[in-house]
Structures are given as C-alpha cells and as structure tokens.
C-alpha cells in the first residue's frame, strides 16, 4: 500500500503542472481575432485590424484609425480513448463550455506616428472531465484552466511602408485538478484529491511589420518565453481517516514551468483589390519544457518532491487563410492550418492527450455602418487517432504514470466580435 500511495501522490503533482502545460499551449488555442481565425488564425503579415495586438504589434502602427473591439468564442472539444485491443472499452470526455474572450483598443498619441494599443485577451485555457468511472480515473478525473493576458502595446510607423511594436504582457493563470485515488471507499465518498494553483508571470510581445508595394507585406513577430511559478498551491485530500496521516491536511506546492517562446512569420498578399491572402508560420519552441519539478511543503512516505522528464520538441504550425469582399458591406472568410504535436510516444497524459490537428475555419465580416462592424468564425478542429503503447511508456519511463490506448481529439469553437472605428 505504501508504495502504492507512493506512486499517487508522485504522478498526482505531475499532473498539477501537466495542467500549466495547457495553459502555455498543449491545447493551445490561438483564438485572438474573429477576422483572423476565419482566415486560418493568420495576420502577422497583413495587420486586419486591433486584434494584431496579439498576433504582431508591429503591425499596429500601420492602421489609419482608431479602434474598439470586443469579441468571444465558445469552445466545445470532446477527447475519446480506445483501450488496446482485445479490449473493446471506450470512453469520452464530458467537458464543459468555455468562452474565452478578447478585448483590444487602440489610439493616437500626441507623438507622430506613434499609436498605443491595450489587448486583455485569453490566448489559453481548456475545461475536460472525463466520464465517470472511465479507466484512468486515478490519473485524472477533471480538470479546468484559465489564463488571462493584459497587454499594453506601443507602436511607431516609419515612413510609409514600416511599422514597429511591442508589448508588456502581464500573464495570469489559475487550475483546479481533481483525480480519483485507489484506496478502499467508506460511507459512500470516493476518496480524491482537487488541487488549485495560481500564479501571475511577466513577459513581452515584439514586431514589425513592413510593406514591400502595395500588394505585398510582410511581419515578424516574437512572443518572450514565460516563466509560470506556483507557490503554495492547495493539495486537499478526501480519504479515509485510517490514511489521513499519509496525506498531509493543508499541504502545499511550489513549482515552475516555463511557457515557451513563439516566433511567427508572415507573408500578406493582395491578387485584387477584392481579395486578400495570408500565409503564416508559428515556430513554438518546446524544448524548453524539459522537465517537471516539485518541491512539497510537507514530504511524507507518500508525498514526495518529483523532477519528471517532459522532453517536448520544438514544432512549427503553418496556415493559410484568405478573405474575399462578396460586396461593399460583406466579407467572406476560409483558412485551414496544421498543428504538429510537440509531444513524443510514451509521454502523452490524460489532461494533454496531444495529438497532431488539423483546423479548418470559415467566417464573414458585416458592416453595420462605416464604422461600425460585426465579425463571425467558425472554427473545426480534428485529429488523427494516435495510440501509445505499452512499449513506448515503458521506454519512456513513464509506465504506470500515464495511459495506454488510442486518443482523439475534435473541436468545434464558433465565435463572433463587435469592431468599432473612432
């Protein structure tokens, strides 16, 4: 038994961070403008509108106008697990719905040239609860991430043709964590545990943008890498009293997880005056996310600090995305990317059950007035099915700490945005 508790407790703060994970972009979801998701989530070569804020300050500069804009979208992703044959054993998840939002204004300075821009935005966050009772219960039951990023931007055209910019992001994130634990049940209550951890990080956001004619742009963009640090995040255990004395009432957790840094590169076409095409690249450097460690307030036979391998790679994400003016009031919008997966065989958990995706949007734009305009999307997220074997996990070192079977991933996420210009 002890060794058994042993085994929880470790793979249990594993998770926790796995969580933090998402939040730097396991389930990165990359929802920072209505326009630019319908056109495949581009726009760091082609500044749309105030939303590149997010995508590539840089490109701030570049626009003739003042602007307000609000915006959100609705996430409903469903993950499915295949135990390995013979075995005919199924299970989904039953996650709620979140809405991540974005909010982002721009405005001249009394400096020429130089327009500032604050963007609050919710580039990360997932909820999954897997279905009662399904296989790997022990290893996580439910789990819910948000993450907020504030950012305030300033951005100076040079000349006619450059724009360059940057922003301060200050980055908050919170989860909540909740697994099953494979001790004895009394009274009827399943013994668990639920954790919760906060933090805030600070980080930048650069780039620049550049006009080589009228039909041809180009943007760099460089998000910083984020250190996220949890300190004294809550571990509440509900277990039996005869086990209460290996797990420690009122114990917390100290970590840090890097979010690693994204480097995006552009290229913005127009063939006419009607027609606007846009091809990106997101390189997501991974590799920083090496290794997972966890430093216990209180150390028992049970709970114990753990340094884990990760061992993510570097991968790159490329999309296209184009936008078609129907009339003089109506925008059509189509974009498609590929997302590799960072995450190799033998290390794919529950929480992160990542997979290679491939998203296809579409949207519209509707000009209620000159001024102002409603923005429409419509995002679908699918994966091919992805199975880890007994063998990779026990190559890995990861056997008993993650799951054995096939994973699948699908999403659909609509949104829908209000664009003011003043």
Request: negative net charge; contains cysteine.
């Amino acid at each position: 038994m002890k060794n058994t508790l042993t085994v929880i407790a470790a793979s249990l703060l594993v998770l926790c961070l796995s969580a933090t994970t998402v939040l730097a972009g396991g389930y990165q979801l990359n929802l920072l403008g209505q326009r630019q998701i319908a056109m495949g989530h581009t726009g760091v070569g082609m500044p749309l509108d105030v939303a590149t804020i997010g995508l590539n300050p840089g490109g701030l500069a570049t626009l003739d106008h003042n602007a307000l804009l609000f915006g959100a979208n609705a996430t409903f992703i469903s993950t499915y697990y295949r135990a390995p044959a013979p075995s005919s054993y199924l299970a989904k998840t039953d996650s709620d719905i979140r809405t991540p939002f974005g909010l982002y204004a721009s405005y001249d300075t009394p400096v020429e040239n130089l327009r500032a821009g604050l963007g609050v935005y919710t580039p990360y966050g997932n909820a999954l609860r897997w279905e009662d009772g399904w296989k790997y219960r022990f290893l996580l039951r439910e789990i819910s991430l948000t993450a907020i990023f504030i950012q305030p931007t300033l951005s100076y055209r040079i000349g006619d043709r450059i724009g360059i910019g940057a922003g301060l992001i200050v980055a908050y994130g919170a989860v909540n964590l909740q697994r099953d634990i494979p001790v004895d049940a009394q009274d009827g209550e399943t013994p668990m545990v639920e954790l919760d951890g906060s933090t805030t990080a600070i980080g930048f956001n650069a780039g620049v943008h550049g006009k080589i004619n009228d039909r041809v742009s180009i943007g760099v963009a460089y998000r910083s890498q984020i250190d996220m640090e949890v300190s004294g995040g809550d571990a509440d255990f509900t277990v039996p009293v005869s086990l209460s004395g290996n797990f420690p009432e009122g114990n917390r957790f100290d970590a840090s997880l890097p979010l690693p840094a994204v480097l995006s590169i552009g290229l913005g076409l127009k063939p006419s005056d009607q027609l606007r095409v846009n091809l990106d690249a997101n390189l997501t450097f991974w590799s920083a996310y090496e290794n997972l460690v966890f430093e216990f307030e209180q150390n028992t036979a049970t709970v114990q600090d753990l340094n884990e391998p990760r061992n993510f790679n570097d991968r790159w994400i490329f999309r296209i995305g184009g936008e078609y003016d129907a009339t003089d009031w109506l925008q059509l919008r189509l974009g498609s990317y590929f997302d590799p997966s960072p995450v190799d065989e033998g290390y794919i958990t529950p929480e992160t059950p990542d997979l290679d995706r491939f998203g296809i949007s579409t949207g519209f734009g509707f000009a209620f007035t000159p001024q102002t305009s409603l923005n429409a999307s419509v995002l679908l997220v699918l994966s091919n099915p992805r199975e880890q074997t007994e063998q990779a996990a026990i190559d890995a070192g990861t056997y008993g700490s993650v799951p054995v079977g096939e994973f699948q991933t699908r999403a659909w996420i609509p949104g829908i945005s209000i664009y003011h210009r003043f």
